[in-house]
DNA sequence: ACAGCATAGCTTGCGTAGCATGGTATACTT
DNA sequence: AAGTATACCATGCTACGCAAGCTATGCTGT
């Protein structure tokens, strides 16, 4: 039974989401994302991720700059949420909240018994 | 703060599961999966089920038959679950409750505290 | 010395699905 | 006759996940 290209599509949105939920804690870089957010059941591949940085960073709603961490090797970028970004994820938030729940709520009814059937002669 | 475009792609792969899951109960027509599907908070609207039920029909997950109800004017096409579509909808159940505790747990931390500033000079 | 691997970030091209818009056809209402 | 409701379907646009592949640095083992 083969579900990987609609897990892909149910990932759509999420990323967005959950990367600016990770980021509402504080600054974080890309791969440091990646490890909190494409783990088992994750939503994120890197090859999502950095097109998806660069996407809110160029909308506003991400700023970002590199530094050279004291316990790293080399640069990292490291990014954080605009003012805009504040601003939206509150509402991302809540508009997930109602959303799961729909979803939910359809995927559990289908569990509680049968509909009486329909009544009528199929045309054919 | 316009999330339209974001709830558009939230959406994709959620309808299949919710249509999938509504026909478990039983036999559905079109407009009448609308009306469960499509309200306020809903997932679906008309343009977006038509070519879904196809699809899902064409891969052999749904099966149909028109048929003239007793209390209907005209005729209404009325789909099932293929025993295929019974043995996937299982799997996707379960994968949805999977995904969205993911993303509600990440959504959900991001509301305790600040994470400690890192530590490092900006390159500039 | 150098091969291999880990860390870190980025690009390209493909496929898929939501949805706005518009269309067809029938039946009932005014 | 015109308008509205019911019911289903088709077209074209767009966005985004992701596989695959790229660059560059620094550490480790032989």
């Known amino acids: 039974m083969d579900t990987s290209s609609w897990q892909s599509q149910l990932r759509k949105g999420a ?19 990646l490890e909190n957010a494409g783990g088992s059941g994750g939503v994120l591949s890197d090859g999502t991720l950095y097109p998806l940085l660069t996407r809110l960073e160029r909308e506003g709603k991400l700023e970002a700059r590199w530094a050279m961490a004291d316990d790293a090797k080399i640069p990292r970028k490291y990014y954080r949420l605009s003012d805009e970004g504040e601003a939206l994820i509150g509402e991302m938030q809540r508009l997930w909240h109602e959303f799961s ?13 049968k509909r009486t059937a329909v009544r009528g002669r199929t045309i054919s």
Do not use: M, P, Q
């Open 101 to 113: 729940a729909f979803v939910s709520r359809a995927v559990e009814e289908s569990g509680n018994g």
């Open 15 to 33: 990323a967005e989401l959950v990367v600016l939920s990770l980021l509402k804690e504080g600054e974080r870089y890309g791969l440091d994302i």
